[in-house]
């Protein structure tokens, strides 16, 4: 038997350890945080892909001046 599984004895079913239980909590709350974060960094997030397409559509050129880093 594996160790992170009990039988029911009552029904013969195999009932998981609450560390999955656990684990699975806090996963589902790093996942809503980060979708805040993201949330909240959205226009930064926009703004640096829509800088990425122009640079990879536009010619390249060498213009070290007109440069915005």
Not at 11 to 39: D, K, Y
Not at 52 to 62: D, H, N, R, Y
Request: with cysteine.
């Amino acid at each position: 038997m594996d160790v992170s599984l009990s039988l029911n004895q009552k029904t013969g079913e195999f009932i998981c350890c609450p560390w999955r239980n656990i684990h699975h909590f806090f996963s589902a709350i790093s996942i809503i945080l980060v979708g805040i974060h993201l949330g909240l960094h959205w226009n930064f997030v926009s703004n640096m892909f829509k800088r990425m397409i122009k640079l990879c559509t536009s010619p390249c050129q060498v213009d070290n001046e007109k440069r915005a880093y």
